[in-house]
């Protein structure tokens, strides 16, 4: 026996056997899957399917979207017609309105230049070369002739006096004596000081490391050894600003001394304070065990300038070339 029942999806009359009664199945009508159950409608009559409605239903659909489709297209044709038409009568106006009057160009005058001041009026001198009487006239002062007055004929023509020129010869500078026998003239890199070194038969840069404060500085200079032995040499060291302050103010002299002497492989036995262009100096005599030297030594910044004339004895550092050497020492920048 079958059973009968209704599709939930479209209520169309379903049969299925008894045997698939609880199993899901399928609409004839709209394919609608569901599970059968006995419903207890098996003696009614058969109502009329609802399918064809609804599959006519179905069809409607497309064409009430496709009106709508069209409506819409229809409508916005109208409105881009609209606004074409109205842009087109804005540019028409631009273009068919009168153009604006330019204001009137208003030209440029120059202004004329105020005329120069007449000449003054040239006085003709009256036969004989008196001038015009000057004074009061009938009608009111009378006219001043400036200028010299014209004597007049058969006076006395007086020359014009000239104050004599002096003419002074030429100012002749002496000329200068020159370094005996020969010599060059030494300044260091630095520009702080110049000397006179004698001819010898040597001459040399002198470089040489000195240490002071337990740091080693170069000392730049230049060396002329002469035929007896006897060496003059002129050098400066750069002392860095660092190690200057480490060095009390009132010790420098004595510490670059020191430094210089121990150098030398002598003692100083003998010092003397000296000063040029106001910076203070120091002339001292430094003992060997087989050679006597002498030293001039300034400071100024962060310079330590001094030269040097050593021997076999005090008579080589006291020569008349040493002598010339150290006079012959002059601060160029004492900044």
Same mark, same amino acid.
């Given at each position: 026996?079958?059973?009968?029942?209704?599709?939930?999806?479209?209520?169309?009359?379903?049969?299925?056997?008894?045997?698939?009664? %609880?199993?899901?199945?399928?609409?004839?009508?709209?394919?609608?899957?569901?599970?059968?159950?006995?419903?207890?409608?098996?003696?009614?009559?058969?109502?009329? /399917?609802?399918?064809?409605?609804?599959?006519?239903?179905?069809?409607? #659909?497309?064409?009430?979207?496709?009106?709508?489709?069209?409506?819409?297209?229809?409508?916005?044709?109208?409105?881009?017609?609209?606004?074409?038409?109205?842009l087109g009568g804005v540019g028409l106006w631009l273009l068919l309105r009168p153009a604006k009057a330019s204001p009137p160009q208003v030209a440029a005058? !120059?202004?004329?230049?105020?005329?120069?001041?007449?000449?003054?009026?040239?006085?003709?001198?009256?036969?004989? $070369?008196?001038?015009?009487?000057? %004074?009061?006239?009938?009608?009111?002062?009378?006219?001043?002739?400036?200028?010299?007055?014209?004597?007049?004929?058969?006076?006395?023509?007086?020359?014009?006096?000239?104050?004599?020129?002096?003419?002074?010869?030429?100012?002749?500078?002496?000329?200068?004596?020159?370094?005996? %026998? $020969?010599?060059?003239?030494?300044?260091?890199?630095?520009?702080?000081?110049?000397?006179? @070194?004698?001819?010898?038969?040597?001459?040399?840069?002198?470089?040489?490391?000195?240490? !002071?404060?337990?740091?080693?500085?170069?000392?730049?200079?230049?060396?002329?050894?002469?035929?007896?032995?006897?060496?003059?040499?002129?050098?400066? !060291? %750069?002392?860095?600003?660092?190690? @200057?302050? #480490?060095?009390?103010?009132?010790?420098?002299?004595?510490?670059?001394?020191?430094?210089?002497?121990?150098?030398?492989? &002598?003692?100083?036995?003998?010092?003397?304070?000296?000063?040029?262009? &106001?910076?203070?100096?120091? +002339?001292?005599?430094?003992?060997?065990?087989?050679?006597?030297?002498?030293?001039? @030594?300034?400071?100024? &910044?962060?310079?330590?300038?001094?030269?040097?004339?050593?021997?076999?004895?005090?008579?080589?550092? +006291? /020569?008349?070339?040493?002598?010339?050497?150290?006079? /012959?020492?002059?601060?160029?920048?004492?900044?």
């Open positions: 026996m079958a059973i009968r029942l209704e599709c939930p999806s479209c209520d169309a009359a379903v049969r299925v056997p008894d045997a698939d009664e %609880g199993k899901k199945v399928s609409c004839p009508e709209c394919d609608h899957r569901f599970v059968a159950r006995n419903q207890g409608i098996a003696t009614r009559p058969a109502a009329p /399917s609802r399918a064809p409605a609804r599959r006519a239903e179905r069809a409607s #659909e497309p064409e009430k979207s496709g009106g709508g489709m069209v409506l819409a297209l229809v409508l916005g044709g109208g409105a881009a017609v609209v606004l074409m038409l109205a005058t !120059i202004p004329t230049p105020p005329a120069a001041p007449a000449a003054p009026p040239v006085v003709q001198l009256p036969q004989g $070369g008196q001038p015009p009487p000057v %004074g009061p006239g009938p009608v009111g002062p009378g006219p001043v002739v400036p200028g010299p007055v014209v004597p007049g004929p058969g006076a006395p023509v007086r020359p014009i006096e000239r104050p004599p020129v002096v003419t002074r010869p030429p100012v002749v500078e002496p000329p200068k004596p020159a370094p005996p %026998g $020969g010599g060059k003239q030494y300044t260091p890199k630095n520009n702080r000081y110049t000397i006179l @070194m004698p001819p010898g038969v040597r001459t040399a840069q002198l470089t040489r490391i000195v240490r !002071i404060n337990r740091r080693a500085m170069p000392i730049e200079g230049s060396l002329v050894l002469l035929k007896d032995g006897t060496s003059f040499s002129a050098s400066s !060291i %750069g002392v860095p600003a660092v190690v @200057m302050r #480490e060095i009390p103010a009132d010790e420098r002299f004595n510490v670059f001394r020191d430094a210089i002497a121990k150098q030398l492989g &002598g003692k100083v036995i003998a010092e003397e304070a000296i000063e040029q262009k &106001g910076i203070a100096g120091k +002339d001292y005599r430094i003992q060997g065990e087989r050679s006597m030297a002498r030293m001039r @030594m300034y400071l100024i &910044g962060g310079f330590v300038l001094f030269a040097v004339v050593e021997g076999k004895n005090a008579d080589a550092v +006291d /020569s008349n070339v040493a002598d010339v050497f150290y006079a /012959s020492f002059q601060l160029l920048d004492t900044k």
